[in-house]
């Protein structure tokens, strides 16, 4: 089976599995489990921030940074194909109250001065302005980077402007490998970050909130709140420390066979290779004779996985449990597939 639908779907490699059993631990509730503290002290310094915490999942991380950062009644700035607008079930709404405006959605090609222009003030009748999101990398734009250029040129619009800035990044360790961008260099620009150990890493479970100390310690109120209180979460916290410090540099593998699928199929007319610059593919099936459900089931009857995001754009991911091997039988199926529909 190439199961190529997530960087979510890898296993938990034997010397991961090995750390996670020998792995000290405590109540991560009352803030004993050394294992977890560990982890956060060293995501925290990545970063360049304070402190962070771990959290079960990159939904309740984002969802918690963003109270962090704007207040019930008060409004968030997002790209319309942003996760947390998408994908996260309108927990911004229904969980903190706040309000949510978008941008026309191009992936990680960000509009500063559009952005700037949505900016609402401080001042009765307008709902404030007091947070903006951004994906690194972009999950619907195709695992596309924001340059840093970019970023910080938000960054002075947002200063200027007295706006909070949050970064969704679950992927942003294939940003820093695709542009060699130092983690501290996206530390020093955004006032939240959320980041992910389960995809892309092979952790089997866990995302981090970064921040300031006076933030983070509200972080952890809303955890307990949200049912994100975990005991003795040091055998997850050691998985999630052993990806750190074993699978970050590798995603460049992830990265050179994302590209080849993209290269194989790029004949087909239903991708592009030039827009492949991390481990995410997207199939534009508009003018293929398959739809992406149609597409996804032909190739899952074959033993190749895929999802099917939009009724015309499947996505491929390739991660740490897709060898060569896979990639090939993948490239194998979907080319027959969509040259004989």
């Known amino acids: 089976m190439a ?4 960087d979510t779907v890898t296993r938990p490699t034997a010397a991961m599995r090995d750390v996670m059993a020998t792995a000290e631990v405590g109540d991560d509730v009352f803030g004993d489990d050394p294992s977890v503290n560990a982890l956060e002290a060293h995501v925290a310094a990545l970063f360049g921030h304070e402190a962070a915490l771990f959290a079960p999942s990159g939904t309740m991380a984002n969802q918690i940074a963003l109270q962090l950062v704007a207040a019930p009644g008060e409004e968030l ?9 998408t994908y996260e079930l309108g927990g911004a709404a229904a969980l903190g109250g706040i309000s949510t405006r978008t941008w026309p959605s191009v992936g990680a090609a960000l509009d500063v001065a559009q952005i700037e222009a949505m900016i609402r003030p401080v001042g009765y009748p307008s709902v404030p302005t007091r947070a903006i999101a951004v994906e690194q990398t972009h999950n619907l734009g195709g695992g596309t980077v924001t340059s840093l250029e970019t970023l910080r040129a938000l960054r002075a619009t947002t200063s200027a402007a007295g706006v909070a800035l949050h970064c969704d990044g679950a992927r942003i360790w294939h940003a820093h490998v695709a ?4 983690l501290s260099a996206y530390g020093e620009i955004f006032d939240t970050l959320s980041v ?5 890493l092979g952790a089997p479970v866990g995302s981090l909130i970064v921040g300031s100390a006076d933030r983070i310690a509200r972080a952890r109120v809303l955890r307990k709140r949200l049912g994100g209180g975990m005991r ?5 916290a050691a998985a999630g420390r052993y990806a750190l410090e074993h699978h970050v540099d590798r995603l460049a593998d992830d990265h050179a066979r994302a590209r080849r699928l993209a290269e194989s199929l790029a004949p087909l007319g239903v991708t592009d290779p030039a827009a492949v610059r991390t481990n995410l593919v997207l199939l534009d099936l508009t003018k293929a004779a398959l739809d992406a459900p149609a597409l996804a089931a032909a190739a899952a009857e074959q033993g190749v996985l895929i999802a099917a995001m939009l009724p015309r754009t499947a996505r491929l991911v390739t991660h740490l449990d897709l060898d060569d091997d896979a990639t090939d039988r993948a490239i194998g199926v979907l080319t027959e597939l969509l ?3």
Not at 196 to 200: A, D
């Open 196 to 200: 992910c150990l389960s995809k892309g």
């Open 179 to 182: 542009d060699g961008v130092p």
């Open 232 to 236: 003795q979460a040091g055998i997850l």
């Open 339 to 341: 040259r004989t529909a």
């Open 3 to 6: 199961d190529l639908r997530s």
């Open 77 to 85: 700035l997002a790209g319309a194909d942003a996760h947390v607008v």
